[in-house]
């Protein structure tokens, strides 16, 4: 973790926020390809 806040506290805060919405929009659309799935029952279940 010390690595990753030094690594944040050199980079610029541009870079860390576009990585954070990069990682925002991963999620959604992992969730949009797990939701589009017929097995919504499954899925249901495991949330």
């Known amino acids: ?4 806040n030094d690594a944040l506290a050199v980079s610029p805060p541009r870079s860390a926020v576009s ?5 925002r929009a991963g999620v959604y659309a992992l969730l ?5 799935q017929p097995c919504s029952e499954e899925v ?3 949330l």
């Open 1 to 4: 973790l010390a690595s990753n």
């Open 44 to 46: 249901l279940d495991f």
């Open 19 to 23: 990585e954070e919405e990069q990682a």
């Open 32 to 36: 949009g390809t797990v939701l589009a």
